[in-house]
């Protein structure tokens, strides 16, 4: 998993406001907030309702209708790192199922790993992101998990 896709995911490097796809210019992208389209395009592109959605990047879904009807408006920083979390996490699922429908469901479903938890719900912390992602790399190396 790259950054490239991760930034595809967010509606790319355009839509980003970046020249170069490398973490340090993912960074200031996120200092900046990301369009609330990257928001809209990550929403659907993972199945996402608005209530899900909200949760994944710690908005109620008041301010999350509020930032659709501002498209204009970037994000702030935190909601902006939240949503890269998730694309990140996203984006490692796709690599380690190599099924994009697999990965979304994967992402709804409870499991043992994370002691019964769904993923979406625990990537609303850095701690559970990087619990998550831990999962997926024992996963990937077919660790029972």
Do not use: C
């Not at 980003?16 to 973490?23: C, I, S």
């Not at 408006?73 to 984006?91: C, I, K, M, Q, T």
């Amino acid at each position: 998993m790259g950054d490239k896709e991760v930034v595809a995911l967010l509606g790319g490097r355009k839509a980003l406001g970046v020249t170069k796809t490398t973490r340090l210019s993912l960074a200031d992208a996120i200092r900046r907030g990301f369009p609330p389209d990257s928001l809209e395009r990550l929403a659907e592109t993972l199945g996402l309702n608005l209530q899900e959605m909200a949760n994944a990047v710690g908005l109620s879904t008041k301010t999350l209708s509020r930032r659709r009807k501002h498209p204009g408006r970037p994000l702030g920083a935190v909601e902006s790192d939240r949503l890269y979390r998730l694309a990140v996490v996203f984006a490692r699922a796709q690599e380690v199922f190599e099924d994009d429908e697999v990965a979304r469901e994967w992402l709804h479903t409870p499991q043992v790993g994370l002691g019964g938890r769904v993923p979406l719900e625990v990537l609303s912390t850095g701690a559970g992101a990087r619990e998550v992602e831990d999962l997926l790399g024992r996963i990937d190396y077919g660790v029972l998990s």
